[in-house]
């Protein structure tokens, strides 16, 4: 291969990723209530064990696994593609276990899929996790009480407000039940345990069960959103969306951060 002389385009691929990292780290530090699921997902960037094997679950989950872990050497993702499968993370990372027991392994599923079958998947791995050189396997759930990938389609795509009846989940102690299965677990509801807990999970002896109490509001609109997508979302509100003054509130945080001013090498 012959070297290219002009390096434009390398240079505006080069500009224009690290703009997006810098409007990631903006995202990721804007307040929410009471914690935003984009910090959550962005705090473990930078404390990924070099041999991971990372999976998460389909819904909001997969958004912020896409848009905020920087996958280096060795770290390993895994998705359920454009399946859409509803609850594969939990026995992904279990089956990363049996395939590779000497590497950490970490799931982000939402409350929906935990509910659905991450909590029993648990017992696989309180009955396993002895025979693991290395027994650390991370559960985190994006704890939002809301099945929240089909309701911001919902408003994105129908210009529906949230249905409530169909959406609306309960709110479970997941790290009390890891806790009862003999695993370890912690609740986290502020902001400044975020960190703390990703590290106590990833120094733990054995699986471990953070529950993110994260905030339904917190767009998982695309960098580009059309305008019809815009106009939608804007519709749902107008029509009585029982959340509408968070959906506002964060929604426009969120997309402030594309505008404002930066150099794209911060």
Known sequence: LKP?????????????????????????EVSANPVNPEYVVHALDALLPENAIVAADSGSAANWYARHLRFRDGVRGSLSGTLATMGPGVPYVIGAKF?????????IVGDGAMQMNGLAELITAAKYYREWSDPRLV???LNNQDLNQVTWEMRAMQGAPQFEPSQSLPDVRYADIAQSF???GVRVERPEDVEPAWSRALAADRPFVIDFRTDPAVPPIPPHATWDQIKA?????????SDRGSVIRQGVKAKLQEFLPGDGGS
């Open 4 to 28: 290219r002389a002009d390096g434009t385009w390398r240079k505006t691929v080069e500009e224009n990723t690290a703009r997006w990292w810098e409007v990631m780290q903006r995202r990721a």
């Open 99 to 107: 395939a590779h027991p000497d590497r950490p392994a970490i799931a």
């Open 139 to 141: 559960v985190a759930v």
């Open 182 to 184: 003999g695993l370890h």
């Open 233 to 241: 979302a804007a519709l749902s509100v107008l029509t009585g969306d």
